[in-house]
């Protein structure tokens, strides 16, 4: 999980950590506890609340107690000892809020997060940053769409680099040429593993290929159903909009070379601030929940001691 995402997920269950107490004759009521636990157990996937949800978890019943007003009565020990548990969560989520923001640069509402794909090379980096280069520029930079972008910065602590789109209206429409990549990387995805296949039993063998006349015929065949593929999203992509023959075909090669970038692993992201319209129009990409708290260590250990 990058930095970013992290970080909105503790902002926002962080907010919803609160507990109200009040006299009940000679017990306390407390408000909001079960809200507050619904939140702190959507934050145990970052593995950092272990201890305190076992805390939690002894005090027994009042743990799994669920009512529609969410209020519960307890003596005064166990309200004493359920404000103290709240604060040393609450207390835990800022410090980790803190340190991720002096940590990240500021992400603009126009900004695009690139995943990278696992490389074990620098020449596989940068064969992926100039396709990367090729594509926003032939999505964006035509005459009609007017858009420019330039490097922003990485996720610190992770494969995140961060693209800053110069207008909303580019955003959008590098948004929907985006989506358009991932259903053509998704639906001409057995075309490309026949054709794969195709190629290293077959062409490689230069006598078998001499003696099959239908290979070309074939790969042609794989070919034509691609492009099929990317002519009818390419469609949905300018639908409503009237696009020179020249922007047009800039826009099927900039979703052509995103769509190969998705089949190497790539995921695109608008910016957690992004208007609605541009989110929308991005496609959604499984979230990946990898060794969080290895991520919290990490950035923990490496942060500069002031």
């Known amino acids: 999980?990058?930095?970013?995402?992290?970080?909105?997920?503790l902002d926002k269950y962080n907010s919803q950590i609160a507990i109200t107490v009040s006299n009940s004759g000679h017990k306390k009521m407390i408000t909001g506890l079960q809200k507050s636990l619904n939140a702190i157990n959507e934050l145990s996937c970052l593995d950092?609340?272990?201890?305190?949800?076992k805390r939690f978890e002894s005090l027994g019943n009042i743990y799994h107690l669920r009512s529609?007003?969410?209020?519960?009565?307890?003596?005064?020990?166990?309200?004493?000892?359920?404000?103290?548990?709240?604060?040393?969560?609450?207390?835990?989520?800022?410090?980790?809020?803190?340190?991720?923001?002096?940590?990240?640069?500021?992400?603009?509402?126009?900004?695009?997060?690139?995943?990278?794909?696992?490389?074990?090379?620098?020449?596989?980096?940068?064969?992926?940053?100039?396709?990367?280069?090729?594509?926003?520029?032939?999505?964006?930079?035509n005459k009609e769409i007017d858009g420019q972008f330039n490097l922003q910065g990485f996720d610190t602590g992770s494969m995140w680099m961060e693209i800053l789109v110069s207008s909303s209206?580019?955003?959008?429409?590098?948004?929907?040429?985006?989506?358009?990549?991932?259903k053509i990387a998704i639906n001409s995805q057995q075309y490309l593993n026949a054709k794969a296949l195709y190629e290293r039993t077959v062409l490689q063998n230069e006598q078998v290929k001499k003696q099959t006349e239908a290979s070309d015929a074939f790969l042609e065949g794989l070919q034509k159903s691609i492009n099929a593929i990317t002519d009818a999203e390419i469609k949905n992509v300018i639908e409503g909009s009237d696009y020179s023959a020249e922007a047009i075909g800039e826009i099927k090669k900039s979703a052509e070379l995103f769509a190969g970038l998705i089949n190497d692993g790539a995921q695109f992201h608008p910016s957690l601030d992004a208007p609605p319209e541009a989110v929308e129009a991005f496609p959604e990409s499984p979230q990946s929940l990898e060794?969080?708290?290895?991520?919290?260590?990490?950035?923990?250990?490496?942060?500069?001691k002031e």
Not at 173 to 182: F, P, T
Not at 291 to 304: A, I
């Open 1 to 9: 999980m990058r930095l970013r995402d992290m970080k909105y997920m």
């Open 48 to 53: 950092f609340l272990d201890d305190d949800i």
């Open 68 to 141: 529609p007003e969410d209020k519960v009565e307890v003596e005064s020990l166990i309200s004493n000892q359920i404000v103290s548990y709240i604060n040393i969560v609450k207390e835990k989520l800022n410090g980790f809020i803190t340190l991720i923001d002096k940590s990240m640069s500021k992400q603009d509402k126009n900004t695009v997060s690139v995943k990278l794909p696992n490389f074990n090379t620098l020449d596989e980096l940068e064969k992926f940053t100039k396709k990367l280069n090729k594509a926003f520029q032939s999505g964006i930079t």
């Open 169 to 182: 209206a580019a955003l959008l429409i590098l948004g929907k040429i985006i989506d358009a990549a991932q």
């Open 291 to 304: 060794e969080p708290q290895k991520l919290l260590e990490t950035l923990t250990e490496n942060f500069p």
